[in-house]
């Protein structure tokens, strides 16, 4: 499935300034995959060790945070928009 | 020397220099302001912060502004209450309220934050503030931005409780009411915050801004003598005040500004319908999960906080625990201080005493140790949760005779003490 995928800005050096990219998979875990292979060393700033999402990442699809969901198995679908937004943020 | 050194990252310890970001680039983990503590010692002491102003800019050295304050130059110093009333109502020996809800000039301990981050909004050139905000903050913001004559553009959820919005529309920022709970307008934040280049005092301003929470903190401190309490009772929403204010006694006590041992047990306090750190510390997880707020508390209705992780450290690293307090306990906790001590405080601030009440029946707060209870935020700002637990008691025409008879029915009914006529 093709997809957008938001990219915060920690992540563009890697995604060559781009704010926004393309990317295909069934699920969270596989648009992650093909991101990696787009842009090698980007799995390893959003996923840790064990490949868990790392502690202060979020992601989300549709609006939708992926904890609410699946977490990486979260299905999608033609056109969803994935965001990848640090977590820390917010106060009151 | 200059007093401070730059940003690092609290995870993997990357060195940044001072600017307005809050996030290392390479693990997400939050930058902190980092300084050189030992230019401080000896610099910062117990004369030196007394001869400073009645506000919390006699702890200026400890925060992260080296020119002069642009804004808020009456914050803080508010009142330490010893609350002997509410004591004896919980059967405990030594209570203090700590109390914000008279912070100047918007009711609330966001001034603390907010002054600090506004006016290092100046400091890097910026025109524009901004904020996420369940409501306190939005009134701070607003209002230190008028102050500074900077423009604003305020985020709430669209159901914000009527009060906290006209007190903030009052000092003319853009509004912008957001169809969605504040972790929406918050994830919305993020990437607002990344595509204009504004001062968003709760995203890129966060290491600043958070560290004004710490002279919550400094003041316990110094107006309890000099020592740390046992236990101090913190409310959480995003999980930075309760961080800082265990990051404000470590560094008074580094510094030597504390007599004795610090053994402060520092608790959280969140309500039933928001509360996935108190979950964190009952479930002995650093795993946060975050949960869709249904609370009257709506100043802590944050799911999804982001120093939830830290605000969990926090109470494991100094033995504290935490509660949860229901609606109901919420409104019982307002009433109780108010009863009690005379204090109107708002929602957030009835889930603190209300936990505070609880922690004491289970034992966790010993009765004859000390105790400060965090409140944060003023009645005035949600009344909305009392009008239907209050009535009017007595409506009468004005004359003497109608007062006589209503007296006499009061009486009858009990609800009054017995009248003394002069």
């Not at chain 2, 934050?113 to 050139?125: D, I, L, W």
């Amino acid at each position: 499935m093709p997809v957008t995928v938001r990219i915060p800005t920690p992540l563009r050096s890697i995604t060559k300034g781009n704010a926004e990219v393309r990317a295909k998979g069934e699920s969270v875990a596989e648009v992650v995959d093909d991101l990696e292979r787009q842009f090698p060393g980007l799995r390893e700033r959003v996923l840790d060790d064990s490949g868990e999402l790392r502690r202060f990442i979020n992601i989300y699809v549709n609006e939708e945070d992926i904890r609410f969901i699946q977490g990486k198995k979260t299905a999608l679908k033609d056109g969803d928009t994935v965001s990848i937004v640090p977590a820390i943020a917010g106060g009151r | 020397m200059e007093k401070l050194k730059g940003l690092k990252c609290r995870e993997c310890g990357r060195h940044y220099p001072s600017a307005p970001v809050h996030v290392c680039e390479f693990c997400f983990g939050p930058l902190e302001v980092d300084y050189h503590y030992e230019a401080l010692k000896g610099v910062v002491t117990r004369a030196s912060i007394a001869a400073g102003p009645p506000s919390m800019w006699r702890y200026k050295a400890l925060l992260p502004i080296e020119g002069d304050v642009a804004v808020g130059h009456h914050v803080g110093f508010t009142p330490l209450v010893r609350a002997d009333n509410l004591a004896d109502e919980l059967g405990c020996r030594e209570v203090w309220i700590k109390n914000d809800s008279v912070c100047h000039p918007t009711w609330s301990f966001k001034d603390r934050v907010v002054s600090v981050a506004v006016t290092k909004a100046k400091e890097f050139g910026f025109d524009t503030v901004a904020c996420a905000s369940t409501g306190n903050l939005a009134n701070s913001v607003a209002a230190h931005a008028a102050e500074g004559r900077l423009k604003s553009y305020i985020f709430i959820p669209a159901d914000l409780e009527p009060g906290k919005v006209l007190a903030t529309l009052v000092y003319s920022p853009t509004l912008v009411a957001v169809e969605g709970t504040y972790d929406e307008v918050n994830r919305l934040c993020s990437e607002i915050a990344d595509k204009y280049r504004w001062a968003f005092v709760n995203v890129n301003f966060r290491p600043y801004y958070s560290e004004g929470s710490k002279s919550y903190g400094f003041e316990i401190i110094e107006q309890l003598g000099w020592r740390a309490p046992q236990h101090i009772v913190v409310p959480c929403a995003g999980g930075s005040l309760i961080t800082k204010i265990w990051k404000a006694i470590k560094e008074m006590k580094a510094l030597g500004l504390i007599d004795g041992p610090v053994t402060t047990r520092v608790h959280a306090a969140q309500a039933l319908g928001c509360g996935p750190i108190v979950t964190m510390i009952k479930n002995d997880t650093d795993v946060l999960v975050p949960v869709r707020p249904n609370t009257i508390a709506k100043s802590l209705a944050i799911g999804n906080p982001a120093d939830g992780y830290y605000a969990y450290r926090t109470a494991k690293e100094s033995g504290g625990h935490g509660e949860h307090a229901t609606d109901a306990e919420i409104v019982e906790g307002m009433l109780l201080l108010a009863r009690t001590e005379g204090i109107f405080t708002e929602t957030a601030g009835g889930v603190t005493v209300a936990t505070t009440k609880k922690l004491i029946e289970q034992g966790v707060i010993p009765r004859d140790e000390s105790m400060v209870i965090c409140i944060t935020g003023n009645g005035l700002k949600t009344p909305d949760a009392l009008y239907e637990r209050l009535e009017t008691h007595v409506k009468i025409r004005p004359t003497l005779s109608a007062f006589d008879r209503a007296l006499a029915e009061l009486k009858s009914h009990g609800t009054q003490e017995e009248p003394r006529c002069r």
